[in-house]
């Protein structure tokens, strides 16, 4: 379970967000809202802890994330805004590099298998600076398919998709709810994930 309490940030002069609470169990989605500049992708790395409070705590399974460290961060996936793949490297290379830098065994099977669960069949070997931009993102996202992991934090996970990539992706993540995980999400898309318990909450 992640709960928040009394969240507070403050970026230079402006304050972004205080008083900010939530509870996300297993099987529940957040999906956080706010226009441009709200603070969603702040919040989003909050929850990862790479960016800190100024005042309020993060708790996941009732302890300061803060003090769990990799407890908490073998069961987070996050993926950002940037795709965070090497361009001269191809997706399979990719793949097995982040899983490695994780610490999960992956085995080259299964991540061929995750690439074509993401549409990369045949785009296996090819460097990715070589790929479309939904191509990358689909790199990316393939972390996804392999990744046994609780916590999904996802910032803007659908742009740069095609309609089939994003109904696929709506589906992984209704799934993963389903199987108990939990998502926090943030876009400015309409998306239809077939989640059961949805939570929202807005930044203004
Ligand atoms: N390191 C930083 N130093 C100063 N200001 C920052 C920093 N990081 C973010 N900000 C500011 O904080 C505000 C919130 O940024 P953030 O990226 O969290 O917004 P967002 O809600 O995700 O926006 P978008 O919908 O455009 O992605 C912005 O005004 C941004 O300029």
Redesign the pocket.
Known sequence: MLEASNLECQ??ERR?FSRIGFRVDGGEMLFLQ?R???????LLRMICGLTHPVAGEIRWKGEPIGQLGDEFREELCYLGHLNAIKEELTPLENLLASAHLAGEALSEDDAIDALEAVGLAGREDLACKYLSQGQKRRVALSRLVHEKRALWVLDEPFVALDVAAVAWLAGLIGAHLQRGGMAVLTT?QAVDIPAGAVKELK?S
Do not use: F
């Open positions: 970026r230079g972004l706010g441009n500049g709200a603070g969603k992708t702040t400015h930044l």
